[in-house]
């Protein structure tokens, strides 16, 4: 893979071939997946539907990275559409589906899932509709051949839908790549927050070979990384920091807060060893926030790097400690977040087999699993 100067052999060799694929194929199985998404008229009427029904209730779940996509798109889907929208991961929904459902509440339950398998996905599915009178259900994933698109297909019900995407997007390799961006892009599209997609996928196409070489000289240098992003940059920036403590196999600490919170007690975290990443908002007023902080850090001197990652512009050159996102420009956050994601991606990756790693399956111990094990449904009384 040219990406990374080594062949498909020693990749196999090095355990990393299905998620090196995973995050270098994301541009094409984005365009892929929105091409398709364009000629499903049946479903742009099942969401306009849902979007006219008075009172609705949005609700974004999913588990773990699954989870982190609806807190990306939670506060633009809020602003697009004057909707309640929350995003409440499944594993809050099973464990107390009495505070996290309101049954006299119409509800669109969004669940996303890479593989529709684990076991809160399905439970959070079926707890909604025991719970909310009048409830509605989107499930967008991975797999054709999972609980979570069988149960759609089995019901008779115009009030429940799946959207299964491109199976190149069902990550074979242990984190979750490329279902969780196009998941996410196919979501922003449904409800209409992602008017810029095909400006999206063009920069993706123009960044993503730069990407292992902008990543490369932070690479086994820290201890810590701290991933800090806002509204719904935040959401990413969790996702961003869950990707490097799975990749490393929990060897390196690390932590995500919006840059505002960052001060109100996590920024005791930093230290000669930690690297900041500032993931840089494109809205004027969010990102004088943004460029508050980066200034204090640097001026701190207390981490060993503190890096802005994002769209430069007359506020921000390009210097030693700044990453530009080619194309970029006009990009909203939540259009921003899938290229963002590409450099923690990579980071993450390369971390790993400097580590000595296999990133296809980074668990030494074996505990952590692709899909979750061992989880108990219990019934509720």
């Not at 409800?191 to 123009?206: S, W």
Request: aromatic share 4%.
């Amino acid at each position: 893979m040219p990406l990374l100067d080594m062949t498909d052999a020693e990749l196999e060799q090095r355990g990393a071939r299905w998620t090196v694929r995973e995050i270098a194929q994301q541009p094409a199985v984005w365009a892929e997946a929105l091409q398709a998404l364009a000629g499903d008229l049946d479903l742009r009427r099942f969401i306009d539907a849902q979007l006219a029904t008075p009172g609705l209730r949005i609700v974004l779940t999913g588990a773990g990275t699954s989870a982190f996509i609806g807190e990306c798109l939670a506060p633009a889907i809020g602003a697009a559409t004057g909707l309640r929208v929350e995003a409440i991961a499944t594993t809050d929904i099973v464990s107390g589906p009495g505070l996290c459902l309101a049954e006299g509440v119409p509800t669109l339950l969004v669940s996303f899932a890479r593989s529709g398998n684990s076991p809160e996905s399905v439970a959070a599915v079926q707890l909604a509709d025991r719970f909310v009178r009048d409830c509605r259900q989107l499930v967008i994933t991975c797999n054709a051949d999972g609980e979570l698109a069988r149960e759609m297909a089995r019901r008779d019900d115009a009030r429940c839908r799946a959207v299964v995407l491109p199976d190149a997007s069902h990550d074979r390799g242990f984190a979750m790549t490329s279902s969780f961006t196009t998941m996410l892009l196919v979501a922003a599209q449904c409800f209409g927050v992602a008017p810029h997609a095909d400006a999206l996928v063009a920069a993706a196409h123009r960044l993503m070979p730069q990407v292992p070489r902008l990543c490369a000289p932070w690479v086994g240098r820290f201890e810590r990384v701290v991933y800090l992003g806002s509204n719904e940059l935040k959401g990413l920036a969790r996702e961003a920091a869950l990707k490097l403590l799975e990749l490393s196999d929990g060897r390196i600490v690390s932590l995500f807060d919006s840059p505002l919170g960052f001060r109100h007690g996590p920024k005791t975290i930093v230290n000669g060893a930690t690297l900041v990443v500032i993931l840089l908002s494109s809205d004027p007023y969010t990102r004088k926030y943004d460029l508050d902080l980066l200034r204090e850090l640097r001026a701190d001197g207390r981490a060993g790097q503190v890096l802005a990652i994002g769209a430069l512009g007359e506020d921000l050159q390009a210097d030693g400690d700044t990453l530009d996102l080619p194309g970029a420009q006009g990009l909203t956050d939540l259009e921003l977040a899938p290229l963002h994601v590409l450099f923690a991606q990579w980071f993450a990756l390369q971390q790993s087999l400097a580590l000595g790693l296999t990133p296809d399956s980074p668990s030494v111990s074996g505990t952590v699993n692709r899909v979750v094990k061992g989880v108990t449904i219990h019934p509720v009384p």
